[in-house]
């Protein structure tokens, strides 16, 4: 399994990014994937996750409101637009694949990562 994040860069605060999440390897329908992110000095955090089959989805209580999780199954691919930035956004943003499906907002619950994406938002 091959997960490839894409989409971060530079941001001005206010402005918004979608990233992408290509997946490979395997047939994900089973699957559930997720978006953590990673800010200097912090630990992994749980962003939002979505069910492959079916497309239920959960947020971590900060991202309600201006993240949002889809999938194109077709594409194989994951993503997370982010309205709004926050300087305090900057991070690096790391999706995951689980392959129990449940979308838990635990990282020891993730099967395969990505190599993240550095979003840094300037202020």
């Known amino acids: 399994v091959q997960l490839q994040a894409s989409g971060g860069g530079l941001v001005q605060a206010g402005g918004s990014l979608s990233l992408s999440c290509a997946a490979s390897?395997?047939?994900?329908?089973?699957?559930?994937m997720a978006w953590f992110r990673q800010a200097p000095g912090k630990e992994r955090d749980f962003v939002a996750a979505?069910?492959?089959?079916?497309?239920?989805?959960s947020y971590a209580d900060f991202a309600k409101g201006r993240f949002t999780i889809s999938r194109d199954t077709a594409k194989n691919t994951v993503y997370l637009q982010v309205n709004s930035l926050k300087p305090e956004d900057t991070a690096v943003y790391y999706c995951?694949?689980?392959?129990?499906?449940?979308?838990?907002?635990?990282?020891?619950?993730?099967?395969?990562w990505g190599q993240g994406t550095l979003v840094t938002v300037s202020s």
């Open positions: 995951a694949a689980e392959r129990g499906g449940y979308g838990s907002s635990r990282r020891d619950r993730y099967d395969y």
């Open positions: 390897g395997r047939t994900f329908s089973s699957y559930a």
């Open positions: 979505i069910r492959w089959s079916g497309g239920g989805t």
